[in-house]
């Protein structure tokens, strides 16, 4: 599973390094190393939305650092 977080200025400013350092964190504690690959993105199209996030080739979708841990759950428990 690859995840692609936008780190262009509009989702800079909303937070997305606090949102890829929670991923990072959630996949390391919950051992999905080998499962989720988390990379950086510089415009995902959606920069009004918020930090956008696309998980594999699937829709972006806005994720904040207070929704991280939810947005984690709902999705990786999968891989």
Not at 13 to 37: C, F, P
Not at 42 to 65: A, Y
């Amino acid at each position: 599973m690859v995840v692609q977080i936008c780190i262009g200025s509009s989702c800079h400013l909303k937070g997305s390094y606090k949102v890829i350092e929670a991923m990072q964190r959630h996949v390391k504690e919950n051992g999905l190393e080998e499962a989720v690959q988390i990379k950086a993105a510089f415009c995902l199209g959606e920069c009004t939305r918020g930090v956008s996030v696309r998980v594999d080739e699937g829709p972006v979708e806005s994720v904040q650092p207070e929704n991280v841990r939810a947005f984690c759950a709902a999705r990786f428990s999968k891989a």
